[in-house]
Structures are given as structure tokens and as C-alpha cells.
């Protein structure tokens, strides 16, 4: 049955609904992601576009 | 003068086509097209891909060659010397293929456009990189709307890469057998207990299914979308096709060089007999049947000659691709491909993608023990190998090995010897059928002669 449906919805509009579940799962890691660099940087004192090899306050 | 030829692969996209005239390769632009085009070029995508070696250069003609009243215009690519499909590329090539489709889909929405096609046809191997081939694959950007060409881009890419890695690569010729992508609920079943830990597995490949299943309602709403979520989608393809590599394996190949007593003196006293024989002027094209480490090839394409590399060993493809990918070398095209079982033609009528055999036209092939391999292992006769020989190329370049050879006698010792027929007498007669014996140069401290053979009579 599962194909059947698939072989129905035309390639471009059966993918719509996986993109935005998919896009909006990536936005929330993404949004994450920002944070805890933020809060990152905030403890090592680096800021962003810094190389990493720089001596940390610690 | 014949008239103009539609290539047989080339029917799906209103927006153009290919056709073949006086031996060239031209593109159709269909009117239907003429707003991207134009917007392709004054976007300045085209200068920016021809720039970044991402796409195969074109001269536009002004000239319908076709007499057609969808005719907008004419472009002249660039022109190729072989065409290799997706099915005899080794892992790492669709790795590149796909990373380079991801790039311009990228590169694409910086410019207003948005790659409407993935597809790893578009996709051919220059001088040891990627580049597309259809430039008629970018349309107008809607930021409204999802990436169309996402679903193919996963059936395409992301599923053979994934069975690769997690099952075997030798599954990449399952794309033959599914050249439009290959249906997702057989890939998830193909997947190990391990995949379901990896989070772009579950969102890439099992979500679609878990969202198929679930009854579809026929006016559904077409959600928007967003730039911001679209580079999202597409950096996020980017890393998990990065991320994606083979666990480290010995193939029966891939230390065939390095491990062998044969090793580094043998290839090097062979290369000696065969390097001036490279250096003819009426070869441009060679192939290397047994490509292994592509030392013969590699010396054949730094003649200038333009090279096929082939073997039935993916791993030891894959490494000689890298190699040529990391140094550059131009004219080599690598070919998984097995003599005995080659790519077929395929597709409709079965003329979209011809069989190797019928591309496999050189004017040198380098068949460097390979022979008992093929004889005494596949059982293929000496009369068999000379005919499909005569059809390739004009000049062969062929090692006998004998069955005193050890590595004969290691084929043999596990079967019964059923080949009488297996000896230099016959072989030289089967071969003279069709070619003359130009040159014979036994190798050095081995029983192993080496052939230079001219193709006789008529094609």
C-alpha cells in the first residue's frame, strides 16, 4: 500500500511535507546550536571567527 | 551530410535537448526555456560555474541546426571522449557527484536560481573532477518553495551512497537496475540495526516513509517554505554526504603491487616493453582492461593519450581515482566494469544508456595479465576474447601468461584444468584471426610474453 500512494503524488509535492518537517527539525537544532556556541564563547572568552588555538582565561 | 540525431537519452526536459550532428554533440534550448536561460547568464551562475570548473563549458550558436519551431537556441559543449555512468563509478566518484550537485544547488540560490534536476547522469568526470553536463538544469528561484529535485536528490544519491557505506559497495550497481533512484522503502530495509542511531537516516530516509504511509489527502496545502530553511536543508545534505565514509577494506586487488613478489621490478621491466608502444602517434585513446593501481594508465594519459582506466575491483578504483583527483592528472576516466559481465544498455527501448562494450571504441587497449584471469577463471575462449578485442580497438597491447606461471598454477591448483586449449601455439592463432603480431617481448625473469598486436582487414 505504502508504494501505491507514493506512485500517486507527483515527485516534487509528495517531498514538500518531509522538507518542511526536516527544515523545521534543522532550524531547531540550528537554533541550539547558536546557543550553546554563545554560551561557549561566553566561558572561554572567544569570539566568533577567532581561530581555536588562542590561550582561554581558565 | 546526415541530419541531425536526438540523443535517445535525451526526452525528458521540455526545455531542451541534445542531438548529435557531423559527429558533434549540440543542446537544443527549447523557447519554453528562454527566460531561465537568459536569467542563467545575466545572473552571472553560468560565469561563476564556468569559473569554478563546476559545469562543462559551451559556445552558443545562433543557428537552428534542427529546423524545430521550439527552437530558442543552439549551444556547442564542450566535447567528451567517453561517457561513464553512475553504475561504473566507484564510491568515492558519487561521493564528489553528489557533493558537487549539493555545491550548485547552493551556489545556485545565491544567484536566483534553483537546481530543478539531481540526477548523477548530469554529472561527468573531467580531468579527475566533477562537473554537470546538462545546462539546462537551474530555473528560477521561488523562495516559497521547497527544493523539487530533493526527493530525486535522496532516491539518487543519498540511497545508493548509504547502502555503500553501511552494506557493501559493490550495491552501487544496484543504480543500474534503478536508474531513476532507488525506491526508499527497499533501502530502509536494506539498512542495518546501526542507521536507526543516525539522526539524517531517520530524517532523510525513514521519515518520508513514515509520512507516506499515512493516508495523503488530495487537496493538500502546498506549505511555504524559506530561503533560510532551504540552506538549512541543503548545508545539512552537505555534512551527512561528507560525513559518509567506507570502513577501511583489503580487496583481492588493491595490494596486488604492494604485497606480491611480482611487485615493483615486475611492473617496472613491463613498463619498459610497453611505455614506447604508448608513445605511437595514431593512438589518442587507450584503454587499460585491469587498470589495478592505473600505473599503466597513468603513464598512457602522461603521453597525452586520453585513458581508460577499467577494472572489475571498486576498491582499487577507488583508490586510483583519489589519486587522480588529488594530483590532478587529466585524461584518465575511471570504470568499474567487469569484461565478463559489463553495463548493459538500458533504459527505454534500451537505448538510453548504451553498453559498455558498445562505448569501449580506442585505438589502443592495454590487456595486461588479465588473460588467464578471464580464460581460466571465467572460461572465456581465446577465440572469444580476440573477436571482442577486434571490435574495441586497432592496436592491442596483450599478455600471454602461461600455465606455468605461478599465478596459473594458483588458479588451477583449486580447479580441474579443462584448458587444453591454453597455450601460446593457439593463442597466437585465435588472435591472428583478426590481428597481425607486430612485436613479441617476453618480460624479464618470468614466462610472461607480452604482445604488440595491429587489427588486420576492415572494421
Given at each position: 500500500?505504502?508504494q501505491?500512494?507514493?506512485m500517486?503524488i507527483?515527485?516534487?509535492s509528495?517531498?514538500?511535507l518531509?522538507?518542511?518537517i526536516i527544515?523545521?527539525?534543522?532550524?531547531v537544532?540550528f537554533?541550539?546550536?547558536?546557543?550553546?556556541?554563545?554560551?561557549?564563547?561566553?566561558?572561554t572568552?572567544?569570539?566568533k571567527?577567532?581561530?581555536?588555538?588562542q590561550?582561554?582565561?581558565? | 551530410m546526415?541530419?541531425p540525431q536526438q540523443h535517445?537519452?535525451?526526452?525528458?526536459d521540455?526545455a531542451?535537448f541534445?542531438f548529435?550532428?557531423n559527429?558533434?554533440?549540440?543542446r537544443?534550448?527549447?523557447q519554453s526555456?528562454?527566460?531561465?536561460?537568459?536569467?542563467?547568464?545575466s545572473s552571472?551562475?553560468?560565469q561563476?560555474?564556468?569559473?569554478?570548473?563546476?559545469?562543462?563549458p559551451?559556445?552558443?550558436?545562433?543557428?537552428?541546426?534542427?529546423?524545430?519551431q521550439h527552437?530558442?537556441t543552439?549551444?556547442?559543449?564542450?566535447?567528451?571522449?567517453?561517457?561513464?555512468y553512475?553504475?561504473?563509478w566507484?564510491?568515492?566518484?558519487?561521493?564528489?557527484?553528489?557533493?558537487?550537485?549539493l555545491?550548485?544547488?547552493?551556489?545556485?540560490i545565491?544567484?536566483?536560481?534553483?537546481?530543478k534536476?539531481?540526477?548523477?547522469?548530469n554529472?561527468?568526470f573531467?580531468?579527475?573532477r566533477?562537473?554537470l553536463?546538462d545546462?539546462l538544469s537551474?530555473?528560477a528561484?521561488?523562495?516559497?518553495?521547497?527544493?523539487?529535485?530533493?526527493r530525486q536528490?535522496?532516491?539518487?544519491?543519498?540511497?545508493?551512497i548509504?547502502?555503500?557505506k553501511?552494506?557493501?559497495?559493490?550495491?552501487?550497481?544496484?543504480?543500474?537496475?534503478?536508474?531513476?533512484?532507488?525506491?526508499l522503502?527497499?533501502?530502509?530495509?536494506?539498512l542495518?540495526?546501526?542507521?536507526?542511531?543516525?539522526?539524517?537516516v531517520?530524517?532523510?530516509?525513514?521519515?518520508?516513509?513514515w509520512?507516506?504511509?499515512?493516508?495523503?489527502?488530495a487537496?493538500q496545502?502546498?506549505?511555504?517554505?524559506?530561503?533560510?530553511?532551504?540552506?538549512?536543508l541543503?548545508g545539512?545534505?552537505r555534512?551527512?554526504?561528507n560525513?559518509?565514509?567506507?570502513?577501511?577494506?583489503?580487496?583481492?586487488?588493491n595490494?596486488?603491487y604492494?604485497e606480491?613478489i611480482?611487485?615493483?621490478e615486475?611492473?617496472?621491466?613491463?613498463?619498459?616493453?610497453?611505455?614506447p608502444?604508448?608513445?605511437k602517434?595514431?593512438?589518442?585513446?587507450?584503454?587499460d582492461?585491469g587498470?589495478?593501481?592505473g600505473?599503466?594508465?597513468l603513464?598512457?594519459?602522461?603521453?597525452?593519450?586520453?585513458?581508460?582506466?577499467?577494472?572489475?575491483?571498486?576498491?582499487?578504483?577507488d583508490?586510483?581515482?583519489?589519486?587522480i583527483?588529488?594530483n590532478?592528472?587529466?585524461?584518465?576516466?575511471?570504470?568499474?566494469?567487469?569484461?565478463?559481465?559489463?553495463?548493459?544498455a538500458?533504459?527505454?527501448?534500451n537505448?538510453?544508456r548504451?553498453?559498455?562494450?558498445?562505448?569501449?571504441?580506442?585505438d589502443?587497449?592495454?590487456?595486461l595479465?588479465?588473460?588467464?584471469h578471464?580464460?581460466?577463471?571465467?572460461?572465456?575462449?581465446?577465440?572469444?576474447?580476440?573477436?571482442?578485442?577486434s571490435?574495441?580497438?586497432?592496436?592491442?597491447v596483450?599478455e600471454?601468461v602461461?600455465?606455468t606461471?605461478?599465478?596459473v598454477q594458483?588458479?588451477?591448483s583449486?580447479r580441474e584444468?579443462?584448458?587444453s586449449?591454453?597455450?601460446?601455439q593457439y593463442?597466437?592463432?585465435?588472435?591472428?584471426?583478426f590481428f597481425s603480431?607486430?612485436?613479441?617481448?617476453k618480460?624479464?625473469d618470468t614466462?610472461?610474453?607480452?604482445f604488440?598486436?595491429?587489427?588486420?582487414g576492415?572494421?
Open positions: 500500500m505504502m501505491f500512494h507514493l500517486y507527483d515527485p516534487g509528495g517531498s514538500y518531509v522538507q518542511v527544515a523545521a527539525v534543522l532550524g537544532a537554533y541550539f546550536k547558536t546557543i550553546w556556541l554563545r554560551i561557549k564563547m561566553f566561558f572568552g572567544r569570539k571567527g577567532q581561530p581555536g588555538n590561550e582561554t582565561n581558565e | 546526415s541530419d535517445p537519452a535525451s526526452f525528458r521540455p531542451g541534445i548529435q550532428y559527429g558533434h554533440y549540440y537544443q534550448v527549447n526555456y528562454e527566460k531561465d536561460f537568459k536569467l542563467f547568464h552571472g551562475l553560468y561563476h560555474l564556468i569559473t569554478a570548473r563546476q559545469l562543462l559551451y559556445v552558443i550558436l545562433k543557428k537552428n541546426m534542427t529546423g524545430s527552437w530558442y543552439t549551444l556547442l559543449p564542450q566535447q567528451l571522449r567517453f561517457i561513464t553512475p553504475y561504473e566507484c564510491f568515492s566518484q558519487w561521493k564528489d557527484a553528489a557533493l558537487l550537485t555545491d550548485l544547488a547552493a551556489e545556485g545565491k544567484y536566483g536560481m534553483v537546481l534536476d539531481a540526477t548523477p547522469f554529472v561527468q573531467v580531468d579527475g566533477p562537473m553536463i545546462s537551474f530555473e528561484y521561488d523562495e516559497t518553495r521547497p527544493w523539487k529535485a530533493y536528490f535522496v532516491e539518487c544519491f543519498i540511497a545508493p548509504l547502502l555503500a553501511y552494506q557493501s559497495p559493490a550495491l552501487l550497481k544496484l543504480f543500474q537496475l534503478y536508474p531513476d533512484g532507488l525506491p522503502p527497499m533501502v530502509a530495509g536494506m542495518p540495526m546501526r542507521s536507526w542511531f543516525s539522526m539524517n531517520l530524517l532523510h530516509v525513514r521519515l518520508p516513509l509520512l507516506s504511509s499515512s493516508k495523503p489527502s487537496q496545502s502546498k506549505p511555504t517554505f524559506s530561503r533560510q530553511k532551504m540552506t538549512h541543503i545539512n545534505l555534512s551527512f554526504v560525513a559518509l565514509a567506507l570502513p577501511a577494506v583489503t580487496s583481492t586487488w595490494n596486488y604492494e606480491t611480482l611487485s615493483d615486475y611492473a617496472r621491466d613491463r613498463m619498459e616493453v610497453v611505455q608502444w604508448l608513445k602517434t595514431d593512438v589518442q585513446t587507450v584503454a582492461i587498470a589495478n593501481t600505473y599503466y594508465a603513464a598512457a594519459a602522461a603521453e597525452g593519450k586520453f585513458t581508460l582506466a577499467v577494472d572489475a575491483d571498486i576498491a582499487c578504483l583508490n586510483l581515482y583519489k589519486e583527483r588529488r590532478k592528472v587529466a585524461n584518465v576516466v575511471t570504470i568499474w566494469a567487469d569484461l565478463t559481465q559489463s553495463s548493459p538500458i533504459g527505454w527501448a537505448e538510453e548504451a553498453s559498455f562494450t558498445s562505448r569501449l571504441k580506442v589502443m587497449i592495454l590487456a595479465a588479465v588473460i588467464h578471464l580464460c581460466i577463471s571465467k572460461n572465456i575462449s581465446f577465440a572469444q576474447l580476440a573477436l571482442l578485442f571490435k574495441a580497438c586497432s592496436w592491442l596483450i600471454f602461461p600455465k606461471d605461478p599465478k594458483l588458479l588451477l583449486s584444468d579443462i584448458f586449449f591454453y597455450s601460446e593463442f597466437i592463432e585465435a588472435f591472428a584471426a603480431i607486430e612485436e613479441k617481448v618480460v624479464k614466462e610472461r610474453i607480452i604488440l598486436m595491429k587489427k588486420v576492415r572494421d
